[in-house]
């Protein structure tokens, strides 16, 4: 695959903007990898190959085993992942794919019940950003393995 453009070069500008939600995210209280399991769900979900490599690797990085990595798109079949884990999980699902369906009633309830409303708030947040990235990425052909692992990027 050939990428169409570098755009943290077009526009650094927008690049910062996107970073600066990135880092909020990095810093907003939640559990490191409950925040890495939700961005590589997106990313399976929406297809984003560079997205779905990064954090693969940084799930890596933090010591998680290739079996949890490895079942996330079939987290509900697998018994590996917390009852946090999986109610954000759900919670992900459902904002990354709002257009069909919008959030439904019993998994806001489920989220309410497991998260601070700022936790929640920080959550959708986290789901609001990675989704933005995967979309600057497969818009633009970002090509996976280019970026550290643990380097972070305006638009992850």
Known sequence: MKPRMD???A??????ALGALHGYVAQ??????LLELVKLRASQINGCAHCLDMHAKRLREAGQ????IFLLDAWREAPIYSERERTALAWTEAVTLV??????DAVYAEARAAFSDEELVNLTVAVV???AANRMNIAFR????????STRHAAE
Do not use: M, Y
Not at 65 to 68: G, I, V
Not at 142 to 149: D, F, H, K, L, Q
């Open 129 to 131: 950003t990675i989704n």
């Open 7 to 9: 755009f943290r070069a």
């Open 99 to 104: 257009t069909q369906g919008h959030v439904p």
């Open 142 to 149: 970002t090509v996976p393995g280019g970026a550290a692992s």
């Open 28 to 33: 907003c209280g939640l559990d490191h990898v």
């Open 11 to 16: 526009s650094p500008a927008a690049s910062k």
């Open 65 to 68: 085993s290739e079996e949890r």
